[in-house]
């Protein structure tokens, strides 16, 4: 794809993902790993409110970012 569509795809992800987090603080679950059920780190939360995995996790499938 062209770089504009590029910017394009890479700002629906980034709006998913808030969305996402969105939902799970309006069903009670946000800041606990969608994988574990464990609860997510402060410093992750801090650094990206969307995350969704805690480290453990995010290291175990190999998407450490």
Known sequence: PPPRELGLQSYAQ????????????????????????????????EADPAEAMCETCDVDKGCVR
Not at 16 to 43: Q, V, W
Request: proline share 0%; hydrophobic share 40%; aromatic share 6%.
């Open 14 to 45: 980034k709006l998913a993902r808030i969305e996402a987090a969105l939902s799970r603080m309006e069903k009670g679950c946000y800041g606990f790993c969608l994988t574990c059920e464990g609860r997510i780190g402060l410093h992750r939360l």
